[in-house]
């Protein structure tokens, strides 16, 4: 995996990365990686208009 933001895909070395994960495991379960805090906002805003299942994300765990 390399260093692009998983929304916007610009370098997310060059801002303050944000990494989410899903499940206890770290980065084997990484699923995003995003240049801020407003980048993954708006990827969760799209990815819960498309799944809606977005309950059980947990921002800080
Ligand atoms: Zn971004």
Not at 7 to 33: A, K, L
């Amino acid at each position: 995996m390399g260093t692009e933001c998983t929304y916007c895909g610009s370098d997310i070395e060059r801002h303050d990365p944000v990494y989410v994960n899903e499940g206890e495991n770290d980065r084997t379960n990484q699923t995003g990686q995003f240049c801020n805090y407003a980048c993954l906002d708006r990827h969760i805003e799209d990815e819960s208009l498309t799944s809606g299942d977005a309950c059980e994300w947990t921002p800080e765990s």
